[in-house]
C-alpha cells in the first residue's frame, strides 16, 4: 500500500524569505503522480503543484517549486518571496498512473505560518 | 461552472441520528471520493467510486455507506451517528489524463456529533 509521510507538523517563515516543505513517500510503482495542495483558513482545497513520475524534470509553478527525488521517494516544496497569503495548510499526495486509477491518498499536513 | 457541489455546510447532529451528505459534480469525472479530515491526521480516504455503479472502501470506512447510481452524483450516508464520527468531510472528484491530472473539492461539510 502507498504512504505519503510529511515529517513537519508546522513551519513558519518571515515574508520574503523562502521556505521548504518536506513530503516523502513509498510505493513499488513506476509511474504516478504527486501534488501540493493548500488548503487556507477558508477550508478550500487548491492544488499548488502536480509532478509526473515520469517527467524528471522539476514542476514550478511562479513561486512554487518542487525537489523531485524519485530514487529517494521524496517530494519537497520550495515557496519562494513568501507572502502572508501562503499562511495555509499544506497537504503532499499520491496516486498512481491514471491507467490504473486507485486512490488518491495524503499526508497529514504541515501547517505554513509566514510573518510579517 | 459550478465544479463539486457539497451540501450542507454545517451540520449538528445527535448520536444514533442518521443522515446523508451530498456530493455534485459536473465535470463529467467517473473519479469521486470521500475524505475526512482530523487534526494531526490530515485526509483520510472513506470510500471512493471510479464510475456509476462501482464503490471500493478506504481506509476508515466503517459507519458510512455509499452508492454511485449516477456520474454526477457520489452521497455519503452516516447510518447512525457517533461523536467519533464529529469531523471536517471532503468530496472530491479527479480528472485524470496525462497532461490534467487534477482533484475538485467541494468546500467541506463541519458535522458535530453531540
Known amino acids: 500500500a502507498q504512504t505519503v509521510t510529511q515529517s513537519q507538523p508546522e513551519m513558519s517563515v518571515q515574508e520574503a524569505e523562502t521556505v521548504t516543505l518536506s513530503c516523502t513517500y513509498d510505493?513499488?510503482?513506476?509511474?504516478?503522480?504527486l501534488f501540493w495542495y493548500k488548503q487556507p483558513p477558508s477550508r478550500q482545497m487548491i492544488l499548488v503543484i502536480r509532478?509526473?513520475?515520469?517527467?524528471?524534470q522539476n514542476a514550478t509553478e511562479n513561486r512554487f517549486s518542487v525537489n523531485f527525488q524519485k530514487a529517494a521517494k521524496s517530494f519537497s516544496l520550495k515557496i519562494s518571496d513568501s507572502q502572508l497569503g501562503d499562511t495555509a495548510m499544506y497537504f503532499c499526495?499520491?496516486?498512481?498512473?491514471?491507467?490504473?486509477?486507485?486512490?488518491?491518498?495524503f499526508g497529514t499536513g504541515t501547517r505554513l505560518q509566514v510573518f510579517p | 461552472n459550478a465544479g463539486v457541489t457539497q451540501t450542507p455546510k454545517f451540520q449538528v447532529l445527535k448520536t444514533g441520528q442518521s443522515m446523508t451528505l451530498q456530493c455534485a459534480q459536473d465535470?463529467?469525472?467517473?473519479?469521486m471520493s470521500w475524505y475526512r479530515q482530523d487534526p494531526g491526521m490530515g485526509l483520510r480516504l472513506i470510500h471512493y467510486?471510479?464510475?456509476?455503479?462501482?464503490?471500493d472502501q478506504g481506509e476508515v470506512p466503517n459507519g458510512y455507506n455509499v452508492s454511485r447510481s449516477t456520474t454526477e452524483d457520489f452521497p455519503l450516508r452516516l447510518l447512525s451517528a457517533a461523536p467519533s464520527q464529529t469531523s471536517v468531510y471532503f468530496c472530491?472528484?479527479?480528472?485524470?489524463?496525462?497532461?490534467?491530472?487534477?482533484?475538485?473539492f467541494g468546500q467541506g461539510t463541519r458535522l458535530t456529533v453531540v
Open positions: 499526495a499520491f496516486m498512481k498512473d491514471p491507467n490504473n486509477t486507485d486512490k488518491l491518498i
Open positions: 510505493t513499488s510503482e513506476n509511474n504516478y503522480y
Open positions: 509532478q509526473e513520475a515520469y517527467k524528471q
Open positions: 465535470m463529467n469525472h467517473e473519479y
Open positions: 467510486s471510479v464510475g456509476a455503479g462501482i464503490t
Open positions: 472530491a472528484s479527479l480528472e485524470y489524463g496525462r497532461m490534467n491530472t487534477e482533484a475538485f
